[in-house]
């Protein structure tokens, strides 16, 4: 790999449909239920608000992420243009069609990385999970490991 490397992030089709999906059996389970009409009603337009807001977050936090040869991260997050640097903190799960990792930025900002296999190149997928296995080095708290 060279160093740095710039990972451009975008939000996930994958994940989207996976809510859509759940959103619509909710929505029959509901109708297929011996419930007045109007019960019926209220419980779908509640699965509707809570899928609408579960969408809005489904929105990538970050821009951008760059990674360094020294093992630091740094972040761009959406609506900014300049970098932050954050640490990596422990218990990133990285799997081959989803990794979530958990960055705290230097103004102590916790910060959540998932990112599903269709939100960026296939290479830069494989490159990041790379780099979060056996490069990026963990904030280790106090207390954390014995």
């Known amino acids: ?3 740095p490397i710039s990972i451009g992030l975008r939000r996930s089709r994958f994940l989207v449909g996976i809510l859509a999906v759940s959103a619509v059996l909710a929505i029959a389970m509901v109708m297929a239920l011996p419930w007045s009409i109007g019960a019926q009603a209220g419980v779908c337009l509640f699965v509707l608000i809570v899928a609408s807001i579960a969408l809005r977050q489904l929105g990538p936090t970050l821009s951008e ?6 093992g630091g991260i740094q972040i761009v997050l959406v609506g900014k ?4 640097a954050a640490t990596l903190l422990p218990g990133a799960t990285v799997h081959p069609w989803l990794t979530v990792a958990r960055l705290k930025t230097d ?4 910060v959540l990385l998932a990112v599903a296999v269709d939100s960026l190149k296939r290479a830069d997928f494989r490159r990041l999970r790379v780099f979060l296995r056996w490069r990026a080095e963990f904030s280790a708290e106090e207390g954390d490991v014995p």
């Open 81 to 84: 243009n300049e970098p932050v």
């Open 107 to 110: 103004d102590g900002r916790v």
């Open 65 to 70: 992420i760059r990674l360094d040869e020294s």
């Open 1 to 3: 790999m060279q160093f």
